[in-house]
């Protein structure tokens, strides 16, 4: 399966510059927050492939203007292709806006998969907005990640955690991947695009694919 990731700047190749047949070789997008509705339902009505999306700590007005034909995977573990994938959006809490959440909050919402996710036989990847905290997040506040993500990643070993939120632009020591145990760590900032298998993914938690993942041209 080829994999389009995106989050927090729209990417002129595929919306100001498209081409028709540019999304055709992708089975599966995945949105990792604060992009804009208008973007995700172009994508997607363009594309042959599914779109699912979790909320960036900027997508409030998703609630009055959503991403028509995409599907949001909040506090969801769905099936797509054979691969298993929960969504866990939103930031650390930092001025009281919408999608914003505490360490205790990010827990529980983790705790309240644990059915879903015994029921699924574990998870391939998980798509959030922040980062897991000192693994490719921010230094201020705002860009923190979530320590309540390592006890997730620790028990059920995803293949992949895709995130956004944290601007490649900001500065020259930001590195689009991390290693964490069994898991890569993506930042899906404006366009990313990763190779799987899902079959090799289930029985190598990833290792295959975490060798060829690679940028696209610009």
Same mark, same amino acid.
Request: net charge neutral.
């Given at each position: 399966?080829?994999?389009?990731?995106? !989050?927090?700047? +729209?990417?002129?190749?595929?919306?100001?510059?498209?081409?028709?047949?540019?999304?055709?070789?992708?089975?599966?997008? %995945?949105?990792?927050?604060?992009?804009?509705?208008?973007?995700?339902?172009?994508? &997607? /009505?363009?594309?042959?492939?599914?779109?699912?999306?979790?909320?960036?700590?900027?997508?409030?007005?998703? +609630?009055?203007?959503?991403?028509? $034909?995409? @599907?949001?995977?909040?506090?969801?573990?769905?099936?797509?292709?054979?691969?298993?994938?929960?969504?866990?959006?939103?930031?650390?809490?930092?001025?009281?806006?919408?999608?914003?959440?505490? +360490? $205790?909050?990010?827990?529980?919402?983790? =705790?309240?998969?644990? =059915?879903? %996710?015994? @029921?699924?036989?574990?998870?391939?990847?998980?798509? /959030?907005?922040?980062?897991?905290?000192?693994?490719?997040?921010?230094?201020? #506040?705002?860009?923190? $990640?979530?320590?309540?993500?390592?006890?997730?990643?620790?028990? =059920?070993?995803?293949?992949? %955690?895709?995130?956004?939120?944290?601007?490649?632009?900001?500065?020259? !020591?930001?590195? @689009?991947?991390?290693?964490?145990?069994?898991?890569?760590?993506?930042?899906? #900032?404006?366009? #990313? &695009?990763?190779?799987?298998?899902?079959?090799?993914?289930?029985?190598?938690?990833?290792?295959?694919?975490?060798? /060829?993942?690679?940028?696209?041209?610009?």
């Amino acid at each position: 399966m080829k994999l389009l990731l995106l !989050s927090d700047v +729209e990417d002129s190749y595929l919306w100001d510059y498209f081409q028709p047949g540019r999304l055709d070789e992708y089975d599966l997008i %995945l949105s990792a927050g604060d992009l804009k509705a208008e973007y995700l339902r172009f994508l &997607v /009505t363009m594309s042959h492939a599914p779109l699912l999306y979790v909320h960036g700590n900027h997508d409030g007005n998703y +609630e009055k203007d959503p991403p028509e $034909g995409c @599907r949001c995977i909040e506090d969801q573990v769905v099936k797509v292709g054979g691969l298993r994938i929960l969504g866990l959006g939103g930031s650390v809490r930092y001025n009281g806006g919408s999608h914003q959440y505490t +360490e $205790g909050e990010m827990r529980s919402r983790i =705790w309240r998969r644990g =059915w879903a %996710l015994h @029921r699924m036989q574990g998870v391939d990847i998980v798509l /959030t907005h922040a980062p897991p905290r000192g693994c490719g997040d921010g230094e201020d #506040y705002a860009h923190r $990640g979530f320590g309540a993500f390592y006890p997730l990643l620790d028990k =059920w070993k995803p293949a992949y %955690l895709i995130h956004g939120h944290v601007h490649l632009n900001y500065g020259d !020591s930001a590195e @689009r991947i991390h290693r964490y145990g069994n898991t890569l760590l993506v930042n899906a #900032y404006k366009r #990313y &695009v990763l190779e799987v298998e899902p079959e090799t993914v289930h029985k190598n938690g990833g290792k295959k694919e975490r060798e /060829t993942a690679k940028a696209p041209g610009s």
